[in-house]
Nanobody
Framework: VQLVESGGGLVQPGGSLRLSCAAS????????MNWYRQAPGKGREWVAG????????TYADSVKGRFTISRDNAKNTVYLQMNSLKPEDTAVYVC?????????WGQGTQVTVSS
């Protein structure tokens, strides 16, 4: 089982980034996919989620209207489009797959928002 995030980096406030999380080793289309983040010195925060087939999305209030989660079940990949980035969005972003009693985590990708 693997979840591999990519797309992080350094961006100026107001900028955009698109994160990807490529999954392998399990039946991706069964799983609800989530993005979490962890800022320095803080606990892990749930950011957004998307269901397996109906593609229902939910967001934390802190990112609603700025971030968009999507998935491509044919490519076993989940995305997080992040717009209007703020310095407080700086964190390691981690994807999570969950279904019944199974939960898988990636290693994360660093996003730094700074001028």
């Amino acid at each position: 089982v693997q979840l591999v995030e990519s797309g992080g980096g350094l961006v100026q406030p107001g900028g955009s980034l698109r994160l990807s999380c490529a999954a392998s080793g399990f039946t991706f289309s069964n799983f609800v996919m989530n993005w979490y983040r962890q800022a320095p010195g803080k606990g892990r925060e749930w950011v957004a989620g998307i269901t397996s087939t109906r593609l229902t999305t939910t967001y934390a209030d802190s990112v609603k209207g700025r971030f968009t989660i999507s998935r491509d079940n044919a490519k076993n990949t989940v995305y997080l489009q992040m717009n209007s980035l703020k310095p407080e969005d700086t964190a390691v972003y981690v994807c999570n797959a969950i279904w019944r009693l199974q939960s898988h985590w990636g290693q994360g990708t660093q996003v730094t928002v700074s001028s």
